[in-house]
T-cell receptor
Framework: AQSVTQLDSHVSVSEGTPVLLRCNYS??????LFWYVQHPNKGLQLLLK??????LVKGINGFEAEFKKSETSFHLTKPSAHMSDAAEYFC?????????????FGKGTTLSVSS | GAVVSQHPSWVICKSGTSVKIECRSL??????MFWYRQFPKQSLMLMAT?????????EQGVEKDKFLINHASLTLSTLTVTSAHPEDSSFYIC????????????FGNGTRLTVT
């Protein structure tokens, strides 16, 4: 069975400071991992994905995440937060070997950015 | 790029009425469509998986007679909330994949349903 745990329900940072959103996963095989962002009243947008290639994945808007198998983690980071980064972020896992498999979402982390 | 169009974006209905939500894949064939529901301050939860031309597969705890899913064509899947009640108020979102199991999922913008 697969599962994903986002360790923080809410993270607050100041503009210009680093962002760290934590995610741990559980899977009996090598999963595909994703980070999605959901801005208020908008649909989900893919930030980045890991699919067994490079362990450090770069995404859009300056975000990146590192897949650490030994720690079963896939934390999302950004060196310098921007006000527009305030949103809800979801860590997601999927079984890449099963066709048509849906995504399993973490509970989400709300990122607040203050000026 | 591939787009999923979801309509309506928000709807308010009275208790006991039915609401239909549509998801269309605009420039790809959506063989499989996933329907999710998100309650306030909770994660997106998969409700059902619909496959074109066959019956949808519902997740445990999701009433198939209440949440009717139709996926009659490769570009359209619908979710009908029948006899809606206030506890059905939620954010519903669909997603589909272009082709191939490793291609990215594309999400609709979601539907905010409020049942009064």
């Amino acid at each position: 069975a697969q599962s994903v745990t986002q360790l923080d329900s809410h993270v607050s940072v100041s503009e210009g400071t680093p962002v760290l959103l934590r995610c741990n996963y559980s899977s009996s095989y090598s999963p595909s991992l994703f980070w999605y962002v959901q801005h208020p009243n908008k649909g989900l947008q893919l930030l980045l994905k890991y699919t067994s290639a490079a362990t450090l994945v770069k995404g859009i808007n300056g975000f990146e995440a590192e897949f650490k198998k030994s720690e079963t983690s896939f934390h999302l980071t950004k060196p310098s937060a921007h006000m527009s980064d305030a949103a809800e972020y979801f860590c997601v896992v999927r079984n890449p070997n099963q066709a048509g498999t849906a995504l399993i979402f973490g509970k989400g982390t709300t990122l607040s950015v203050s000026s | 790029g591939a787009v999923v169009s979801q309509h309506p974006s928000w709807v308010i209905c009275k208790s006991g009425t039915s609401v239909k939500i549509e998801c269309r894949s605009l420039d790809f064939q959506a063989t499989t469509m996933f329907w999710y529901r998100q309650f306030p301050k909770q994660s997106l939860m998969l409700m059902a998986t619909s496959n074109e031309g066959s019956k949808a597969t519902y997740e445990q705890g999701v009433e198939k007679d209440k949440f009717l899913i139709n996926h009659a064509s490769l570009t359209l899947s619908t979710l009908t909330v029948t006899s809606a009640h206030p506890e059905d108020s939620s954010f519903y979102i669909c997603s589909s994949r272009d082709q191939g199991q490793n291609s990215p999922l594309h999400f609709g913008n979601g539907t905010r349903l409020t049942v009064t």
